[in-house]
């Protein structure tokens, strides 16, 4: 059984920083290819970055310049640094890895873990 893990989430200001990570566990998974997605309260789940297995990143608009995603491949987790965060960055972040990809994202999520960036 594979879980994911998130932690890191909280509370913070405007202009703040935060970092998620997502340890992996279970069945000899290795996290390779990472996403992370967001929910805001009303709003569905989006993308919010991604790593490939290759080492390649992309990142939703909104947050190029000021999120950064990577992995350790000893630590077998996965990480989200916020930095210059903003009101609109608050929700619930969630991580998603896998051996596999369809359209609905990697095989395994984590629970989840709430950023709230207050004003």
């Known amino acids: 059984q594979v879980r994911l893990v998130e932690s890191g989430g909280g509370l913070v200001q405007a202009g703040g920083s935060l970092r998620l990570s997502c340890a992996a566990s279970g069945s000899f998974f290795i996290i390779n290819a990472l996403a992370w997605y967001r929910q805001a309260p009303g709003k569905q789940r989006e993308l919010v970055a991604a790593?490939?297995?290759?080492?390649?990143?992309t990142y939703q608009d909104s947050v190029k310049g000021r999120f950064t995603v990577s992995r350790d491949n000893a630590k077998n987790t996965g990480y989200l640094q916020m930095d210059s965060l903003k009101a609109e960055d608050t929700g619930v972040y969630y991580c998603?890895?896998?051996?596999?990809?369809?359209?609905?994202?990697?095989?395994?999520w984590g629970q989840g873990t709430q950023v709230t960036v207050s004003s």
């Open positions: 790593i490939s297995s290759g080492g390649r990143t």
């Open positions: 998603n890895a896998g051996p596999t990809k369809s359209t609905s994202g990697y095989d395994y």
